[in-house]
């Protein structure tokens, strides 16, 4: 089998979830060199059978983004693996661009590419700012490729999300035989994050290159819900926090640990700075900041 493609799903919205199996039921690559794996993580109730010819489904009842792609990775048969989200839908040449781009990259161990909004109501102006919490991401129309040995020195701004990551098995291995950690990645509406930053600086670590490559491209169905204030406040502090945490188990510590108390003393502060009385996006700034905060404080522990 040459790719599987692996669907980690928690309380899936119907619609969503529909469009997401659609868009891998209009694959082009031929069926017989690739499948579909489906993870329930621990849905109530269960996610029931989805209608693919070359389909699994297993249940992973450990809850959190980070447990479901382990069992997901350890159960596939190909030898790419292409992460997908429920609300994403992969273009139909997804899967045959992958495979040709492995094929011209043995050294690259983890890519992605484009992740295009599809909005159910447009945007504000000021809710622009913050789509890339949403896993939207266009880097242009060249490739980029980073080393491994860049990623001690900072993240690779190119490294692929989540959403559309395509693993070599291979390289995914080292992942899947590090030892497991606190980041769970989201776990029901608990908005943690890290997961795949994870990834890639474990990948890295072991000696891969990361990519992105602009061929590839898919499209992420985004709710009203997701672009409401409280939701982006608390997905931006979530994600700050997990950033802090993942940099920090990698070696990484671009900000010195903090204790605790200080925590409301700083946060205070941040919420003069960045006038957060003001409007939502101030506010979500301020959230950002009171996340690394917390973050600082959580690796002082460590």
Not at 60 to 83: D, I, N, Q, T
Not at 84 to 90: A, E, G, R, S, Y
Not at 104 to 126: I, N, Q, Y
Request: aromatic residues 8%.
């Amino acid at each position: 089998m040459d790719i599987t493609a692996i669907v980690c799903t928690h309380n899936p919205h119907p619609g969503r979830f529909a469009r997401t199996l659609e868009g891998l039921r209009r694959q082009t690559l031929p069926g017989a060199q690739w499948d579909c794996l489906v993870v329930d993580n621990a849905s109530t109730p269960a996610v029931g059978p989805a209608g693919l010819s070359n389909l699994r489904m297993v249940r992973e009842p450990k809850p959190g983004l980070s447990h479901a792609r382990r069992r997901g990775l350890g159960e596939a048969a190909g030898l790419l693996c292409v992460l997908v989200d429920d609300d994403n839908v992969l273009a139909p040449d997804y899967l045959e661009k992958a495979l040709c781009i492995a094929d011209a990259h043995p050294r690259v161990g983890a890519f992605g590419g484009r992740s295009l909004a599809e909005f159910e109501a447009a945007p504000a102006d000021w809710q622009r700012e913050f789509t890339t919490l949403l896993a939207v991401r266009d880097l242009g129309n060249e490739p980029l490729i980073a080393p491994a040995a860049a990623a001690f020195l900072k993240y690779p701004p190119c490294a692929p999300i989540g959403a559309g990551m395509v693993l070599r098995r291979e390289a995914a291995q080292a992942w899947l035989d590090s030892p497991s950690c606190s980041l769970t990645d989201r776990r029901g509406s608990d908005l943690t994050s890290g997961g795949d930053n994870d990834i890639v600086l474990t990948l890295c670590a072991a000696g891969w290159d990361v990519a992105y490559f602009p061929e590839l491209f898919l499209t992420h169905l985004i709710p009203s819900s997701r672009l409401a204030p409280g939701y982006l406040a608390r997905l931006n502090e979530g994600i700050q926090r997990s950033w802090v945490r993942v940099l920090s188990l990698h070696g990484q510590r671009p900000w010195t640990p903090i204790a605790h108390w200080t925590v409301p003393i700083r946060s205070a502060r941040a919420w003069i700075r960045e006038g957060a009385w003001r409007g939502p996006a101030q506010r979500i700034r301020w959230r950002g900041a009171h996340g690394r905060f917390l973050g600082r404080a959580d690796i002082a522990q460590t």
